[in-house]
């Protein structure tokens, strides 16, 4: 009886990887390289600072946004939660939280953890050629096996 009951869990599991795996090939289909950039422009009418950063995605003849605002924990260290929408992803995969990189301080990082595959997102602050700051937003593309895929 329990290896009966055990063929059918592993049975169960790999179809649940398989079903996973697919979900999230179709929801990159759009991707064709691995990173992808966008200026963050601030969201006018909101309470906390927001900004949002839209990209257009090569495969399709759409946009993904990232929204982010920024807040404060209880120690008062900014971070900035974030929110990825023109996917077709689960709405707990959408959100996601950028932490600020120690080796850069004008630098934040945050992951939408996906099977097998991770989207990187970084807010980037630089200096234009007249000294106004311009915030980057680049989505970067991981397999968890450590490739940086270019899907095409």
Not at 39 to 59: N, R, S, Y
Not at 79 to 108: C, E, I, M
């Amino acid at each position: 009886m329990n290896s009966l009951h055990d063929a059918a869990n592993r049975t169960r599991r790999a179809t649940t990887d398989k079903v996973r795996r697919d979900y999230t090939v179709h929801a990159l289909a759009g991707f064709r390289r691995p990173y992808y950039t966008g200026v963050f422009t601030k969201v006018k009418g909101t309470t906390e600072p927001t900004f949002l950063a839209e990209i257009k995605l090569d495969g399709f003849e759409r946009d993904i946004a990232v929204r982010v605002t920024a807040r404060q924990d209880e120690e008062r260290n900014l971070y900035f939660q974030g929110l990825l929408s023109g996917l077709r992803l689960k709405s707990d995969t959408r959100h996601f939280k950028l932490t600020r990189d120690n080796t850069a301080p004008s630098h934040y990082h945050g992951t939408i953890a996906l099977h097998e595959t991770r989207l990187v997102i970084s807010l980037l602050s630089i200096l234009s050629a007249t000294g106004a700051p311009i915030h980057l937003c680049l989505l970067k593309i991981v397999e968890e096996t450590g490739n940086v895929p270019c899907h095409g």
